[in-house]
């Protein structure tokens, strides 16, 4: 069985415009006995704080795509975020991270795990017993190694709304604290040789690829938006011939083409925007998980 885990990180404000994490960060930093358990020693990081003092989401760039090994050992790399990240990893020692953000998208709950590490996979696993509402979702294995909670071999990212930027939820930050609170209790059940319950197959959402929006070939601007029948509707499959985007020039319906079944989220996340991003695709997938670690 896995060792126990001596020491769990809580981050918010990797985003500092997803408030509930920032605001969750706060509390348990006012009241750590919330987050105190026997077994564990625990740290909380608020962790683009330059950014948060401006209320933005960074000063220079995503903090959350700076955690590259080959980027982290690149010193030449100066913008406020690169020189955040090497500070944060070469600090950052503990054994599993739980990375808190929230989202324009109506992704309700869905749990981001580090990785596909059994105890990980249980732990996603086990949270979905909690709440139906609970979704699990895999990113793309090569773009999870740059994100923050990558610095740790266990643990989770956590994804909630829909929520505007800057704006504050009062159900959500609660549903936050609902599964902060579970997974530590999981952990330290861990520690004390426990193994809660959870189902050995896990459904969750592997994400494959993201979808940008349609562009004017000549100028690369934006000509179409998400169709309003697919606005707000994560998780929610989508077949060939489906409407997927509305070009608001012409009023014409652009239809997803693909004969693949795929299940988009993020849905019109308003962060990916700038990046023309317009949703990820991921596809429905069980997993079995081994009982050894
Ligand atoms: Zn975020």
């Known amino acids: 069985m896995l060792k126990q885990i001596d020491s769990v990180c809580l981050v918010g404000g990797t985003h500092p415009n997803e408030l509930v994490g920032v605001k969750m960060i706060c509390k348990y930093k006012k009241y750590p006995e919330l987050v105190q358990r026997d077994s564990f020693k625990y740290e909380m990081l608020l962790a683009n704080p330059a950014a948060l003092e401006l ?3 960074y000063v220079d760039e995503d903090l959350n795509r700076q955690f590259l090994k080959s980027l982290l050992t690149n010193s030449e790399l100066t913008t406020s975020e690169s020189v955040r990240a090497r500070e944060i990893a070469a600090h950052l020692k503990s054994d599993l991270i739980i990375d808190l953000h929230s989202t324009t998208a109506n992704m309700g709950l869905t749990i981001l795990p580090t990785n596909k590490n059994p105890f990980n996979l249980r732990l996603a696993s086990y949270l979905t017993t909690l709440d139906p509402s609970v979704r699990v979702s895999f990113g793309v294995e090569s773009q999870d190694a740059s994100r923050l909670r990558s610095l740790a071999p ?3 990212g956590i994804e909630v709304g829909p929520i505007a930027q800057n704006a504050l939820s009062a159900d959500l930050f609660k549903k936050t604290d609902f599964l902060i609170q579970n997974i530590l209790d999981y952990i330290q059940a861990h520690n004390e040789g426990q193994m809660l319950p959870a189902p050995s197959r896990l459904t969750a959402y592997q994400t494959l ?3 940008d929006y349609p562009k004017n070939p000549s100028d690369g ?6 169709h309003p029948d697919r606005n707000f509707q994560d998780f929610k499959p ?3 011939g489906e409407p997927i985007f509305w070009n608001f020039f012409t009023g014409e319906t652009i239809f997803y083409e693909d004969k693949t079944t795929l299940h988009p989220i993020f849905v019109g996340e308003v962060s990916y925007i700038e990046k023309g991003i317009a949703m990820s695709m991921t596809e ?5 998980i081994p009982n050894e670690d």
């Not at 601007?221 to 998400?226: E, F, H, R, T």
């Not at 429905?284 to 079995?288: A, G, R, S």
Request: proline share 0%; glycine share 8%; no cysteine.
């Open 55 to 57: 209320g933005r989401r």
């Open 154 to 156: 266990f643990g989770l």
């Open 209 to 211: 690829f993201s979808i």
């Open 221 to 226: 601007s934006l000509i179409a938006m998400i």
């Open 238 to 240: 989508i077949y060939q």
């Open 284 to 288: 429905k997938v069980t997993i079995d």
